[in-house]
């Protein structure tokens, strides 16, 4: 079953855009079917499951966290994960920045952006994002590289509001990255869930976050 999701979504999937197979709350053995199948980008949104999940799973998966990141927790996350797609405030980024300095490690980011209708989903405003990067709030950064930025669409089912979302994300990206001619590696765009990954595409997303659609649902 996971192995069939997974080559039906490869499938459809354009050159280019990468899979994060998001596997918070399905146990080791269902992330297991998954590698075999030749998936090895994971996505885990709790520290905690994350640190248990890591040994459990040979040494070439690459972890993506992305939930909401505690400042107290960053510390247990640098060095261990392959991408902290989450950052939603310049405090964050200030303590990666530290934690990864002191580790001794490059720790890649993707700046969260908030476009979504609910109150409750984290991340920057887009004016907020766009005066950091105006005020080169990122040239201080010594051991954080930014790969780019991730959103997520309203939770609707409502898909022109899905389509508006991701074309803000999307156009946001592009303001950044013309106004910072000098940002290297700025080139991931993640957007896109099992409901809405195929849109996310159409809008430009270079990555999509896939659990429910390979795994099922999550028994929470
Ligand atoms: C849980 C989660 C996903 C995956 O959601 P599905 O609808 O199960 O595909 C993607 N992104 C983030 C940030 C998540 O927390």
Not at 97 to 103: G, I, N, T, V
Not at 118 to 140: A, I, N, Q
Not at 182 to 207: C, N
């Amino acid at each position: 079953m996971i192995a069939e999701q997974i080559r039906k979504i490869h499938e459809e999937l354009p050159g280019g855009v990468s899979l994060v197979a998001v596997s918070k709350f399905h146990p080791v053995e269902a992330l297991m079917e998954a590698y075999e199948a030749g998936q090895r980008i994971f996505g885990e949104s709790r520290v905690q499951e994350l640190l248990e999940k890591i040994p459990q799973m040979p040494d070439d998966v690459r972890w993506h966290f992305i939930g909401h990141l505690q400042t107290n927790k960053v510390r247990q996350v640098v060095g261990r994960v392959s991408l902290i797609e989450s950052v939603d405030s310049e405090r964050l980024l200030e303590i990666i920045d530290r934690e990864s300095e002191k580790a001794g490690v490059t720790t890649r980011v993707l700046m969260q952006v908030h476009v979504a209708r609910e109150e409750t989903k984290f991340g920057f405003m887009p004016d907020e994002l766009l005066s950091f990067f105006s005020s080169r709030g990122y040239e201080k950064l010594k051991a954080t590289h930014l790969c780019g930025v991730m959103g997520m669409a309203s939770n609707t089912d409502d898909a022109d509001q899905v389509r508006r979302d991701f074309a803000e994300v999307f156009s946001l990206y592009g303001r950044i990255v013309a106004d910072n001619p000098d940002l290297r590696g700025f080139d991931t765009v993640s957007m896109g869930m099992s409901g809405d990954w195929r849109l996310a595409i159409e809008e430009g997303s270079t990555m999509v976050r896939i659990g429910s659609m390979i795994f099922g649902s999550r028994q929470y």
